[in-house]
């Protein structure tokens, strides 16, 4: 069954000719793209902040609703990036986050967290993230 990613995902970027991380996130802002995938892409720095973070605009990208993460080698994040509001999934997972922003359990709509393989426990965690009114417990 073939699925149909015209609005789903970033599948039109060629992330192998892109050498910064900022393009491809510009790029998903101006083509409304809800999805973002940085999977696995060796990240080490981004152009706008020398060193292992994800730049706080990231939150302009207003309609994205899953955002992948997972395997690179993010040590931290804006706090910024809580106040996206269609984003549902966000996958963080195998990075080296040992502590999350203040305000990052006020995600309007998000389903789905994955933090697994971090370097997080529950002194690093803000008192939100307890009361995250909109995940989904995992099973």
Do not use: W
């Given at each position: ?94 990075n080296?986050?040992?502590s ?40």
């Amino acid at each position: 069954m073939e699925r149909d990613t015209k609005h789903t995902s970033c599948n039109c970027l060629d992330f192998n000719k892109m050498a910064k991380v900022k393009k491809v996130v510009d790029e998903a802002r101006e083509q409304n793209n809800p999805e973002l995938d940085l999977v696995d892409r060796g990240i080490t720095s981004i152009e706008e902040i020398p060193g292992l973070f994800v730049p706080a605009s990231i939150a302009n990208l207003y309609n994205l609703e899953i955002l992948t993460l997972c395997n690179n080698q993010i040590v931290e994040l804006p706090s910024s990036i809580s106040t996206m509001p269609k984003l549902k999934i966000l996958n963080l997972a195998i990075n080296r986050l040992s502590s999350l922003p203040r305000g990052f359990g006020a995600f309007p709509v998000l389903e789905v967290l994955d933090l697994t393989y971090n370097n997080l426990n529950e002194q690093s965690l803000s008192n939100n993230f307890f009361i995250m009114d909109t995940c989904e417990p995992c099973t």
